[in-house]
Nanobody
Framework: QVQLVQSGGGEVQAGGSLRLSCAAS????????VGWFRQAPGKEREFVAA????????RYADSLKGRFIISSDNAKNTVYLQMNSLKPEDTAHYYC????????????????????WGQGTQVTVSS
């Protein structure tokens, strides 16, 4: 069993930056692919970014490329999402997730591929 605990988030003005953290306990993160998703009110949960089990591959939603960066620190059993140049449309509840589907270099893009979820954290970007 894996527990994911998120931290970071909050409110920031447009153009600002935030970093979200996702810490795992119960099982080392290095055996799991990790992803970030977000959900705005009235909308479906959407893919943001993901990193493979071997941490060698990353993927981003097309609209976020160049602004968001996913990274990991295996020693701390933590994955991060650095969010730069934030826009009001980035406002949403952000979730991290972990899963073991696919191969070690496979990036998981879909909600259904993940087994474990963090509690979520709110990010609000004001104009």
């Amino acid at each position: 069993q894996v527990q994911l605990v998120q931290s970071g988030g909050g409110e920031v003005q447009a153009g600002g930056s935030l970093r979200l953290s996702c810490a795992a306990s119960g099982r080392t993160f290095s055996y799991l692919a990790v992803g970030w998703f977000r959900q705005a009110p009235g909308k479906e949960r959407e893919f943001v970014a993901a990193i493979s089990r071997d941490r060698g591959s990353t993927r981003y939603a097309d609209s976020l490329k160049g602004r968001f960066i996913i990274s990991s620190d295996n020693a701390k059993n933590t994955v991060y999402l650095q969010m730069n140049s934030l826009k009001p449309e980035d406002t949403a509840h952000y979730y991290c997730a972990a899963g073991s589907a696919g191969t070690t270099y496979f990036v998981l893009l879909n909600v259904a591929e993940y087994d474990y979820w963090g509690q979520g954290t709110q990010v609000t970007v004001s104009s």
